[in-house]
């Protein structure tokens, strides 16, 4: 019921920023909760931000101020706007989508940024 491609990814600089995009070639997008997620080496997946099908968001204390999550229902796409990216900052970030009772989850989009 959602089929999840992330993009936007990449080599950064510390302080720099990237926008991270997620698109849902399935049918129900809009009554989606959507979320991005992180996982760094070694650690485990951690969420990062939410958005509601409603358009409420929250965000993780260590992103607060710094990444913005959005939503466009007729691209029926996600964005992650990081901002002011940190060294700790790196990690394969993964687009989730649930839908009722399940989740779905994109391959991942790798984010580095160096010091």
């Known amino acids: 019921q959602a089929q999840l491609v992330e993009s936007g990814g990449g080599l950064v600089e510390a302080g720099g920023s990237l926008r991270l995009s997620c698109v849902d070639s399935?049918?129900?997008?809009?009554?989606?909760?959507m979320a991005w997620y992180r996982q760094a080496p070694g650690k485990q997946r951690e969420l990062v931000a939410t958005?509601?099908?409603?358009?409420?968001?929250n965000y993780a204390d260590s992103v607060k101020g710094r990444f913005t999550i959005s939503r466009d229902n007729v691209k029926r796409t996600v964005y992650l706007q990081m901002n002011s990216l940190k060294p700790e900052d790196t990690a394969v970030y993964y687009c989730?989508?649930?839908?009722?009772?399940?989740?779905?989850w994109g391959q991942g989009t790798q984010v580095t940024v160096s010091s």
């Open positions: 399935g049918r129900f997008f809009s009554i989606a909760a």
């Open positions: 958005v509601t099908s409603g358009g409420s968001t």
């Open positions: 989730n989508a649930k839908i009722l009772a399940a989740a779905y």
